[in-house]
């Protein structure tokens, strides 16, 4: 599948907030993708692993940096800053290299993110 059709696939509500801040900028629009639907706050809980105990009410902040890339930061300073470049699989948006697992599901509502930070460190959580 080609990567305009993965983002034509996307549901029709992932796009309302760029196509809304878009027609207020001065530059031409461009088209949505993965990072865009993606980005956002996310509230949730590190599990526990060999660096340390389980820690819930931890921020995770996904922001686009590229077309189908994020940066992912966090509240907790065990969990590392994490660029990601994305795609879709299915009904997800998952990573598409890389050792860091990142699996999105907007059919739940909150949408939902789990995040494995290079291996050990596993954070689970829903968007805000």
């Known amino acids: 599948m080609h990567r305009r059709d993965l983002v034509r696939a996307l549901p029709a509500w992932a796009f309302g907030a760029v196509a809304s801040g878009a ?22 809980d590190v ?11 931890v921020t995770l902040t996904v922001k686009r940096i590229g077309v189908n890339r994020v940066r992912i930061t966090s509240d907790d300073a065990r969990l590392p800053e994490v660029d990601v470049p994305l795609m879709r699989a299915m009904d997800k948006i998952v990573q598409s290299r890389g050792d860091t697992v990142f699996l999105y599901d907007w059919s739940k509502r909150p949408a939902h993110l789990d995040v494995s930070f290079h291996g050990p460190a596993t954070w689970s ?4």
Request: glycine share 14%; charged share 30%; hydrophobic share 20%.
């Open 23 to 44: 027609s207020a900028q001065a530059s031409p629009e461009r088209k949505p993708d993965l990072g865009d639907v993606a980005e956002g706050t996310y509230f949730g």
């Open 47 to 57: 599990t526990s692993d060999s660096k340390g105990s389980s820690r819930a009410d």
């Open 125 to 128: 959580g829903n968007r805000r």
